[in-house]
């Protein structure tokens, strides 16, 4: 593409993201294109493509495709210069099947869709607690999937075992089962099928054992981390710091820039969503959003069900409504959200209570 003049006209930027590069690309007031290049995915690399999207006029705003993965770093790098960063979706297939698909054009349309205001989501800043809090809980899932498999492992191993082994280790509980297959003593010769299922029952006990440890060290560190970044959320029935540290991950480390509850509703995938038809008039689920977080508030949706003498009191009066179990627990994980928009969005030091139950439409 062919430059314009550099007049100090207001311009916009798009960067579409690779691990090893970023195309960048910049558009004049009326979505003219001006320039295009790319640039290395790294800090001398994010300061050139900075430095180029400014010679070429008053930079107002950059979109960049990617800001929670191959765009994080760079995102960061143009908040810290003051240059507004908006998050911008990759085009969906119907767009590349019309428009193509090339890193240019890629760039292009992500600055085109923040001037044309179709993208205004405001990035994550990744910079505080909240950042620590996630990348430590990615290890700890790691760890809670690879003791998983490790259990059924186990446990289809024994299915097939030869029976001296099975009854070993009939009726133990998972805890005693573990230290006992632990504990095996597999000899010498692996040739017998004997000697190698108790070998390969002992290495997978063994990595059981492992990943608790790892776990357990996880929780100590995630837990104190949590508490800092939001001691209201933790004063809520039902919340824990696993929850919590859901929650947290998919705020972000700034929930202000959710304007208002209702977005950080739609964030969770708890806006309720119309599903009248002829004279029923009712909402439904929403199935989008954020599945981890959804997850984090059904739990604790089930937590307070069970315990909370207000919440079963609630789904009581709604059920006897008309209400059944899905639109109650619909209700519920939306009047959550919103407890939890509030704790996230106060500081530590105002105390957040809950309200009372009210139904929502």
């Known amino acids: ?142 760890a809670v999937k690879a003791r998983t498999q490790a259990m059924n492992q186990i446990r289809g191993l024994l299915v097939s075992a030869p029976a001296m082994l099975r009854e070993q280790v009939s009726g133990l509980d998972r805890a005693a089962l573990i230290r006992t297959l632990a504990r095996l003593r597999p000899g010498n010769d692996l040739s017998r099928p004997l000697a190698a299922t108790r070998a390969s029952l002992r290495r997978l006990a063994r990595r059981h054992q492992a990943m608790d440890e790892e776990i357990t060290e996880l929780d100590s560190e995630i837990g104190p981390l949590t508490r800092q970044a939001a001691p209201a959320l933790l004063e809520m029935f039902g919340i824990g710091p696993e929850t919590a540290g859901q929650l947290l991950a998919s705020a972000g480390d700034n929930p202000e820039r959710m304007h208002s509850e209702a977005a950080f509703a739609h964030l969770t995938g708890v806006a309720p969503i119309p599903a009248s038809s002829g004279r029923t008039h009712r909402h439904r689920l929403n199935r989008g959003g954020d599945r981890a977080a959804n997850n984090a508030l059904h739990t604790i949706v089930l937590v307070r069900m069970r315990y909370d003498e207000r919440t079963r009191a609630y789904v009581e009066r709604r059920t006897s409504e008309g209400l059944n179990k899905k639109d109650n627990m619909r209700c519920l994980k939306r009047f959550v959200a919103r407890e939890v928009y509030r704790a996230l969005t106060t500081t530590p030091t105002k105390q957040v209570t809950q309200n009372d139950l009210a139904p929502v439409a």
């Open 1 to 142: 593409m062919t430059s314009m003049t550099h007049d100090g006209s207001r311009i916009t930027g798009g960067v579409d993201t690779h691990g090893l590069t970023h195309h960048a690309a910049v558009i004049d007031g009326i979505g003219r294109h001006v320039a295009d290049q790319e640039f290395p995915a790294t800090i001398r690399g994010y300061r050139d493509l900075l430095g180029w999207m400014r010679s070429h006029g008053a930079l107002g705003a950059v979109g960049v495709e990617g800001t929670g993965a191959y765009g994080a770093e760079l995102a960061r790098v143009l908040t810290a210069a003051g240059v507004a960063v908006i998050d911008v979706d990759r085009p969906d297939r119907k767009t590349r099947r019309m428009k193509g698909k090339s890193d240019p054009i890629d760039a292009y349309a992500a600055a085109t869709a923040v001037l044309s205001g179709r993208a205004t989501g405001i990035p994550k800043s990744r910079d505080s607690v909240v950042e620590a809090v996630r990348v430590l809980r990615v290890a700890r899932r790691s």
